[in-house]
């Protein structure tokens, strides 16, 4: 049992039982013992690997989509690039090295880890870059946003249709108290039609943060790029938990394992329209990697490389637009200023 374990048991006992979404925000977030506030999760050594961490082609062809779009835009001035949950810092890195020849004017980054904020300062030292806890701290502006596994990690309730009535699951105690979901016995203000047994999942976070982007490229030229892991089947409850590599039970050790829901980017996408935004996508990430080049630079690459680097630039090629791996399970959508007519990756023109 974990600390937060133990804390999250208390409160339960005291207050009773909590929601999906507030014992996500716990397990992730809590002040002292929550997951990312704790630990680097990312690479070989942790959790879990995202795109940024398994080859440079992720970081560079974002580089060369916040340019192009910034382009298109009219190159408003500042060139403000902003990425919010940058991990390691390797993808704005990897961007930044890919915009050598157009630097932008100012780099922020929204983070709530101080652990993995330590390890952005070590990765982006000399890149100038601001940091914040929050989108809402970042100037208002034109901007070109990232958000490359960020939306995955806000909090999600849960809804059940049971034979009564749309119910929500809740996290409480059993006999022995250990944590375990329950269903709530108050009716859940939910009207979607969906058979007995079905489970939904909103993320409130989620589609604020998607409505704010949309706000802010509503009143300012810019446009915010959102690659994520996508809900595949709606009525399926998507919440999971990682360690070491493997598939963990969400309730148990809280704060030890990574927690996350698919992303219902039709949701996101509704939510930056509803700000005032124009949206492209979703598309497919191996499609989107696809039409900005990914091709292309991983032969240039590999013109240079000795054969074990080869296979590597083959292996993470693979792993990034193969339908069997993330090319097909993740997804990437735009919400951009309603004067961009297209979108690179989105059947606009390649970087
Ligand atoms: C799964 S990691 C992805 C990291 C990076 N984007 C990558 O692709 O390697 C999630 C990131 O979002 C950060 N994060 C989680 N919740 C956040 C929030 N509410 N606001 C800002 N960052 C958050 C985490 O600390 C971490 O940096």
Redesign the pocket.
């Known amino acids: 049992v974990t600390a937060l374990a133990e804390l999250i048991a208390r409160r339960i006992r005291m207050a009773g039982p909590i929601t999906v979404a507030e014992y996500m925000a716990e397990a992730?977030?809590h002040p002292e013992h929550g997951y990312?506030t704790r630990k680097d999760?990312?690479g070989r050594a942790g959790d879990?690997t995202?795109?940024?961490?398994m080859s440079q082609m992720?970081g560079e062809l974002v580089g060369l989509w916040c340019l192009a779009t910034w382009r298109a835009l009219g190159e408003p001035r500042p060139f403000r690039l902003v990425?919010?949950?940058?991990?390691?810092g390797?993808?704005m890195a990897d961007a930044l090295r890919a915009l050598a020849r157009t630097r932008p004017d100012e780099v922020h980054l929204?983070?709530?880890?101080p652990?993995?904020?330590a390890v952005?300062e070590t990765t982006l030292a000399g890149a100038g870059a601001a940091w914040h806890?929050?989108?809402a701290e970042v100037p208002e502006g034109p901007m070109a946003l990232?958000?490359?596994?960020?939306f995955?990690?806000?909090p999600v309730r849960q809804f059940e249709r049971t034979p009564e009535g749309w119910r929500e699951r809740m996290v409480g105690l059993d006999e022995g108290g250990r944590l375990r979901f329950a269903l709530s016995p108050a009716p859940a203000p939910c009207a979607i039609d969906r058979p007995v047994g079905a489970v939904v999942e909103l993320a409130p976070?989620a589609i604020a943060?998607a409505e704010a982007i949309g706000a802010r490229v509503a009143a300012h030229p810019g446009a915010a790029l959102i690659?994520d892991f996508a809900v595949a089947e709606p009525g399926l409850p998507t919440l999971q938990a990682v360690r070491a590599h493997g598939r963990a039970e969400p309730l148990e050790r809280p704060g030890d394992c990574?927690l996350?829901a698919a992303v219902d980017f039709a949701a996101l996408a509704e939510a930056g329209a509803r700000g005032g935004a124009r949206v492209f996508g979703p598309a497919a990430q191996g499609t989107f990697l696809r039409a900005l080049g990914i091709g292309a630079r991983a032969r240039r690459l590999k013109a240079n490389a000795t054969a074990a680097q080869s296979a590597a630039i083959e292996a993470a090629l693979h792993r990034l637009t193969g339908e069997n791996a993330m090319g097909r399970l993740f997804q990437a959508l735009a919400i951009a200023s309603p004067s961009l007519r297209e979108a690179p990756g989105f059947g606009g023109p390649p970087c």
Not at 110 to 113: D, L, R
């Open positions: 992730l977030g990312y999760p990312l879990f995202t795109a940024p961490e992720f990425e919010l949950g940058p991990g390691r390797t993808l929204v983070e709530t880890s652990a993995l904020r952005q806890r929050d989108l990232i958000a490359n596994e960020l995955d990690a806000l976070a943060l690659v990574d996350a």
